[in-house]
C-alpha cells in the first residue's frame, strides 16, 4: 500500500471519528437537558418547631421551583422516590407520631396511604419497577422488615433476629 493513500485513509479515519465524537457529544447534551427537566430532588423540613410541622419540598435539579407539596400538618417525611412517585411516611390519619406510608406524585398530586399498619421512622427501598417495598413495621407491630405491595399487602417478613435493625434497602439487582 502507498503511503499517500495510508494517509488518506488515517485522515479520513481521526474525521468520521471527530465527527461522530461531536455528534454523540451533541445528542448528550440534548438527553442532559431533557433528564434535568424530569430531575428533581424532594427533601424534609421543619416548617413550624412549636407545632412540630414537617413538610417535604421538590425542586427542580438545579435549586430552582422550590415548592411544598404536601401542606399538611404534623409529621410529613419523605423517604423514598420511584420514578414520578414519592413514599412518605406521616401521621396525618392517625395519632401524633403514628407513621403510615403513603404515596404521591412529584407535583404533590393523587396522595394515596399505602399501609393500614403502623411504621417505624426508618428509611425503606423498592424493587421489581418499584412495585414492591421493604419497609420497617413499627415494634409494636412487629420485629422484621416487611416486603409489601402498591396496595400495603405484606408478601413476606424477613426476621433478622435482631429488633432493633432499621433503614433496610435491597440489593442492587432486587434479589436479596
Not at 60 to 75: A, E, H, L, Q, T
Not at 103 to 112: A, I, K, R, S, Y
Amino acid at each position: 500500500m502507498n503511503k499517500s493513500l495510508v494517509l488518506v485513509v488515517i485522515f479520513f479515519g481521526i474525521l468520521a471519528s471527530v465527527f461522530s465524537c461531536k455528534q454523540d457529544s451533541q445528542e448528550s447534551k440534548t438527553t442532559e437537558k431533557k433528564q434535568e427537566a424530569y430531575l428533581k430532588i424532594a427533601y424534609n423540613v421543619l416548617v413550624d418547631e412549636e407545632n412540630d410541622d414537617y413538610e417535604f419540598f421538590v425542586m427542580d435539579f438545579n435549586g430552582d421551583n422550590k415548592k411544598n407539596i404536601c401542606n399538611s400538618p404534623g409529621v410529613d417525611w419523605v423517604y423514598h422516590s420511584y420514578d414520578d412517585k414519592l413514599f412518605f411516611l406521616s401521621d396525618r390519619d392517625g395519632s401524633y407520631r403514628e407513621y403510615y406510608l403513603y404515596q404521591t406524585d412529584v407535583n404533590g398530586n393523587d396522595v394515596l396511604r399505602i399501609t393500614d399498619f403502623r411504621l417505624k421512622d426508618s428509611w425503606m427501598d423498592s424493587r421489581k419497577g418499584g412495585s414492591e417495598l421493604i419497609v420497617t413495621p413499627h415494634p409494636d407491630v412487629d420485629s422484621s422488615f416487611y416486603i409489601i405491595n402498591l396496595k400495603g399487602e405484606v408478601l413476606s417478613k424477613i426476621y433478622t433476629g435482631l429488633p432493633y435493625f432499621n433503614d433496610p434497602c435491597f440489593s442492587p439487582d432486587g434479589n436479596k
